[in-house]
T-cell receptor, first 112, second 114 residues
Framework: SQQGEEDPQALSIQEGENATMNCSYKTSINNLQWYRQNSGRGLVHLILIRSNEREKHSGRLRVTLDTSKKSSSLLITASRAADTASYFCATASGGGADGLTFGKGTHLIIQP | DGGITQSPKYLFRKEGQNVTLSCEQNLNHDAMYWYRQDPGQGLRLIYYSQIVNDFQKGDIAEGYSVSREKKESFPLTVTSAQKNPTAFYLC?????????????FGNGTRLTVT
């Protein structure tokens, strides 16, 4: 079953602008991860935030987690054409290796 | 460079035939996974393995089989029993068998069955 749901499904912005994507989930989690997928390729891990963390940064990426609202957001600042991709959140409810559940993704297009 | 290699990139088969997708990793990771991705959908877990000679079913294992005879290799067989096999298949690995270990993905095999 899919737990994480990204919003919006698609987003188109101008290069240089900031892009914000949201992820909502239903049950309690141990951690939440964001991945990027370029067209026709595998996913690349971007960032992991644990349930006891509220915000995390990595380069131009900022992730927030609100466990009371069961939601997370991914902010990409100063977007570049190379950021064009699909972005997926994945939630981990259990501690085991089968624990990740992926959402359907947000397709981000950066217009030059 | 360490990574995960999936082959072939594209695969075409006739209905009723079994087909095996290859996945090899040189990252020395213990855990390996197979996911299926359909257009506009998230990833769904088919099988995973935490250690050599051991594997568990994921959410959609019916019509699929796997083996894990070597740490580096985790081939997936799509059998004729899989009702809707056309999809993009992704193999992944992680250093540890916990959900806090990020997944490293291969570049996928796109299977088309006609």
């Amino acid at each position: 079953s899919q737990q994480g749901e990204e919003d919006p499904q698609a987003l188109s912005i101008q290069e240089g602008e900031n892009a914000t994507m949201n992820c909502s989930y239903k049950t309690s989690i141990n951690n939440l991860q964001w991945y990027r997928q370029n067209s026709g390729r595998g996913l690349v891990h971007l960032i992991l935030i644990r349930s006891n963390e509220r915000e995390k940064h990595s380069g131009r990426l900022r992730v927030t987690l609100d466990t009371s609202k069961k939601s997370s957001s991914l902010l990409i600042t100063a977007s570049r054409a190379a950021d064009t991709a699909s972005y997926f959140c994945a939630t981990a409810s259990g501690g085991g290796a089968d624990g990740l559940t992926f959402g359907k993704g947000t397709h981000l297009i950066i217009q030059p | 460079d360490g990574g995960i290699t999936q082959s072939p990139k594209y695969l075409f088969r006739k209905e009723g035939q079994n087909v095996t997708l290859s996945c090899e990793q040189n990252l020395n990771h213990d855990a390996m996974y197979w996911y299926r991705q359909d257009p506009g959908q998230g990833l769904r877990l088919i099988y995973y393995s935490q250690i050599v000679n051991d594997f568990q079913k994921g959410d959609i294992a019916e019509g699929y089989s796997v083996s894990r005879e070597k740490k580096e290799s985790f081939p997936l067989t799509v059998t004729s029993a899989q009702k809707n096999p056309t999809a993009f298949y992704l193999c992944a690995s992680s250093i540890a068998t916990t959900s806090a270990s990020p997944l490293h993905f291969g570049n996928g095999t796109r299977l088309t069955v006609t």
